[in-house]
């Protein structure tokens, strides 16, 4: 399996993969089929532009992805994010996501002045929550009713694992760090 960084040829795999995860599981993700299916391949292409997306490939196949990033504010650069994962149905349970997790980790501990990544995860979703707790997250909050999702309310859990500079995930001790 690759993990590497997605590029603006990856947009129709990307769209695809993501709408996917959104007919799938559509209390994992703060956007809607409906929205996705009428972003244009245009609009994808810059996102991808910017860097902040990785991808997990089998072959050729886009099988997963992860974002990473930050706000730039001088008061929040300390701390990086992750978001938007999914992987393909039919990987799941290979391990796609904890290397992805663990790539968008060690970019995270690389950006300057890290020192802890948040996410958010819809309560209930158990594989989620025991990944990220693998990973050393910790809950340190819940937004309550934070998504209306066909008339149902879903709870999010927030979490946060704190970076030393310079550290890296177990995984990537000793490789080279993705840069973002």
Known sequence: MLIRR????????????????????????????????????????SKLAAGTLF?????????GIIAVGRDNSPKLR???????????????GKGAARQLVDHA????????????????????????LRLYESFGFREYGREPRAMLVDGVFYDTVLMVREIEPGQLSCEHQGQGVPAV
């Open 55 to 63: 991808g997990a490939f089998e072959g050729v196949e886009l099988i």
């Open 78 to 92: 300390h701390k990086a994010y992750l978001r938007a994962m999914v992987v393909a149905p039919a990987q799941r």
């Open 6 to 45: 997605l590029v603006a040829t990856d947009a129709a795999p990307f769209q695809a993969l993501r709408l996917a995860g959104l007919h799938d599981s559509p209390s994992a993700f703060g956007s809607t089929y409906a929205a996705e299916c009428a972003t244009p391949l245009a609009a994808i292409e």
């Open 105 to 128: 980790l060690a970019a995270a501990a690389a950006m300057d002045d890290v020192r802890q990544v948040t996410l958010d995860v819809t309560a209930g979703n158990a594989p989620a």
